[in-house]
């Protein structure tokens, strides 16, 4: 017999009994300290003790204890990923907006890259850019579709792009704080042999303490020369970083300053869903990435660290070579694989021909948040401070091992 005591106007009764708790099944076992709480229907009449019986089935209360099985339909897509960062307090709700806006960007270019011979955006568009490199048609809109999008976030304040002379002041009612450099489409020139292309961004928040060689006779006028010297920040100032790989996947590489993380485009719903966490590159590797049509132009330290690559040695294995032309392309294949990543100064690119504010720092961002290295050969990328906008600088990017072996190369 189970004796069962009214302990408060609610419908829940304490009972004790001589019956272990542990006899009892799991749905019955309704543990509170060392009694058992027993539910009855409302329509009880308390106003008498009652005798319940051993047939008397408890109403669990208690936690469930077994963990839930996650759904194999359960995704969790980029807007969902920032938005839980938002929460945690990691990132706020201007900069979720500005990622949003650089997804949206990429998912259009994505469309235009995979359309690029069928719309007849191949080619050259019949413009130099800054740089002194001839544009492709792609160049041009994919710079479009990047600033538009930026621009409409009315969270951007600066944005500089590599395709641009200067950056560009948003307009003052569409303007918010943010500075956003990008290079809208790397790689560009494999568009008409649809090899993988990328789009690469840093982003910063302003900094009034930054200042740009900006020359006397400059023709700037007040508002672009303000816009200079906002962007010229060195990356370790990165707010956020990353990059879309347009190839056989579409996939966005992101860090917020918390590990690197890894998004696919899934067709089926148009959106981007996270693939991989907390990405780490491989401490060491066996795979090099450099022009090595440009051999005859590099120092003799360099060659000589090439050829000691190629010597067996005692393995009998020498590290294998792989050069796509894409920034984006052939650093995704170092971060996942291991190895190095070089474009090296030469007699004919005496800074080498990457851009520091587009590509150089923001990879080495996402390089060091996933465990590896950036440099310029002696210098750590993130601690360079620019002094102009289209600064050129060599780049050794990857496992922390192989660039160090190649900084006492070129020591």
Same mark, same amino acid.
């Given at each position: 017999?189970?004796?069962?005591?009214?302990?408060?106007?609610?419908?829940?009764?304490?009972?004790?009994?001589?019956?272990? +708790?542990?006899?009892?099944?799991?749905?019955?076992?309704?543990?509170? @300290?060392?009694?058992?709480?027993?539910?009855?229907?409302?329509?009880?009449?308390?106003?008498?003790?009652?005798?319940?019986?051993?047939?008397?089935?408890?109403?669990?209360?208690?936690?469930?204890?077994?963990?839930?099985?996650?759904?194999?339909?359960?995704?969790?897509?980029?807007?969902?990923?920032?938005?839980?960062?938002?929460?945690? @307090?990691?990132?706020?709700?201007?900069?979720?907006?500005?990622?949003?806006?650089?997804?949206?960007?990429?998912?259009? +270019?994505?469309?235009?890259?995979?359309?690029?011979?069928?719309?007849?955006?191949? @080619?050259?568009?019949?413009?130099?850019? +800054?740089?002194?490199?001839?544009? /492709?048609?792609?160049?041009?809109?994919?710079? $479009?579709?990047?600033?538009?999008?930026?621009?409409?976030?009315?969270?951007?304040?600066?944005?500089?792009?590599?395709?641009?002379?200067?950056?560009?002041? =948003?307009?003052?009612?569409?303007?918010?704080?943010?500075?956003? =450099?990008?290079?809208?489409?790397?790689?560009?020139?494999?568009?008409?042999?649809?090899?993988?292309?990328?789009?690469?961004? @840093?982003?910063?928040?302003?900094?009034?303490?930054?200042?740009?060689?900006?020359?006397?006779?400059?023709?700037?006028?007040?508002?672009?020369? /303000?816009c200079v010297v906002s962007v010229c920040q060195p990356g370790s100032n990165l707010l956020a970083?990353?990059?879309?790989?347009?190839?056989?996947?579409?996939?966005?590489?992101?860090?917020?300053?918390?590990?690197?993380?890894?998004?696919?485009?899934?067709?089926?719903?148009? $959106?981007?869903?996270?693939t991989q966490e907390n990405i780490q590159i491989p401490k060491a590797g066996k795979i090099y990435?450099?022009?090595?049509?440009?051999?005859?132009?590099?120092? %003799?330290?360099?060659?000589?660290?090439?050829?000691?690559?190629? %010597?067996?040695?005692?393995?009998?294995?020498?590290?294998?070579?792989?050069?796509?032309?894409?920034?984006?392309?052939?650093?995704?294949?170092?971060?996942?694989?291991?190895?190095?990543?070089?474009?090296?100064?030469?007699?004919?690119?005496?800074?080498?021909?990457?851009?520091?504010?587009?590509?150089?720092?923001?990879?080495?961002?996402?390089?060091?948040?996933?465990?590896?290295?950036?440099?310029?050969?002696?210098?750590?990328?993130?601690?360079?401070?620019?002094?102009?906008?289209?600064?050129?600088?060599?780049?050794?990017?990857?496992?922390? $091992?192989?660039?160090?072996?190649?900084?006492?190369?070129?020591?």
């Amino acid at each position: 017999m189970v004796a069962a005591t009214l302990t408060s106007p609610s419908s829940q009764l304490l009972c004790s009994s001589s019956r272990s +708790i542990s006899q009892l099944s799991p749905l019955q076992q309704c543990l509170f @300290g060392s009694k058992a709480i027993v539910s009855f229907p409302s329509n009880v009449n308390y106003s008498k003790k009652r005798h319940v019986g051993d047939g008397v089935k408890c109403m669990a209360v208690a936690a469930e204890t077994e963990p839930k099985k996650k759904s194999g339909y359960q995704i969790q897509t980029l807007t969902n990923w920032l938005l839980k960062q938002e929460q945690e @307090g990691v990132i706020d709700a201007e900069l979720t907006i500005v990622l949003s806006s650089i997804s949206l960007a990429c998912k259009q +270019i994505a469309s235009l890259v995979q359309r690029a011979s069928v719309s007849n955006l191949t @080619g050259i568009q019949g413009a130099v850019n +800054i740089q002194g490199e001839d544009q /492709k048609k792609l160049d041009v809109v994919s710079n $479009e579709v990047f600033s538009n999008c930026l621009r409409s976030s009315g969270r951007t304040g600066i944005i500089a792009s590599e395709e641009e002379d200067v950056p560009v002041a =948003v307009e003052e009612s569409y303007s918010g704080n943010y500075i956003v =450099v990008f290079d809208p489409l790397d790689g560009s020139s494999n568009i008409d042999a649809a090899v993988s292309t990328g789009s690469i961004f @840093g982003i910063y928040s302003p900094n009034d303490e930054c200042f740009a060689s900006i020359e006397e006779d400059s023709t700037l006028d007040s508002a672009e020369q /303000k816009c200079v010297v906002s962007v010229c920040q060195p990356g370790s100032n990165l707010l956020a970083a990353g990059y879309c790989m347009y190839s056989s996947s579409v996939i966005f590489v992101l860090t917020i300053g918390k590990g690197v993380f890894a998004f696919a485009l899934d067709p089926m719903y148009g $959106e981007f869903v996270l693939t991989q966490e907390n990405i780490q590159i491989p401490k060491a590797g066996k795979i090099y990435s450099f022009n090595e049509g440009n051999y005859q132009l590099w120092d %003799d330290k360099l060659k000589k660290y090439i050829d000691d690559l190629k %010597d067996p040695g005692p393995s009998g294995k020498p590290y294998s070579a792989r050069y796509i032309g894409s920034l984006v392309g052939d650093f995704h294949r170092t971060l996942l694989y291991g190895g190095i990543y070089g474009y090296p100064r030469d007699k004919k690119s005496k800074n080498g021909k990457l851009r520091l504010l587009y590509e150089c720092a923001p990879m080495s961002f996402v390089v060091e948040q996933a465990g590896g290295k950036g440099s310029d050969g002696g210098a750590r990328v993130l601690d360079i401070q620019p002094t102009e906008i289209h600064q050129r600088i060599p780049l050794y990017i990857g496992s922390v $091992e192989e660039v160090e072996k190649l900084e006492k190369y070129l020591a």
